[in-house]
């Protein structure tokens, strides 16, 4: 079994930063393409940064210039820093990974449980 956990969501300032991470453990012969998504209340669910195993990475328009996305390799974990957040930033944040199995070397998607992100004064 797979599973992914965030980690670094609360509460924040408008114009402050936090930085989110995701850890993947489990059965886990490699990861293809991490992502982070968000969904905000009565909003649809929406790809905020992804982060391909070849290195490449988008943005969605909304945050470009502001959030950046990481991986550690080594670690299976990738990260989310988010700076100059905005109260339209609130939102439930989501890891998504596409992860190849040690079992039987297929690739799946996987998702987290979400971190809640509020931007507030």
């Known amino acids: 079994q797979v599973q992914l956990v965030e980690s670094g969501g609360g509460l924040v300032q408008p114009g402050g930063s936090l930085r989110l991470s995701c850890a993947a453990s489990?059965?886990?012969?490699?990861?293809?393409?991490m992502r982070w998504y968000r969904q905000a209340p009565g909003k649809e669910r929406e790809l905020v940064a992804a982060?391909?195993?070849?290195?490449?990475?988008n943005y969605a328009d909304s945050v470009k210039g502001r959030f950046t996305i990481s991986r550690d390799n080594a670690k299976n974990m990738i990260y989310l820093q988010m700076n100059s957040l905005k109260p339209e930033d609130t939102a439930v944040y989501y890891c998504n990974a596409d992860i190849v199995l040690s079992s039987d070397y297929t690739s799946r998607r996987y998702w987290g449980q979400g971190t809640q992100v509020t931007v507030s004064s």
């Open positions: 489990g059965s886990i012969s490699s990861i293809n393409v």
């Open positions: 982060f391909t195993s070849g290195g490449r990475t």
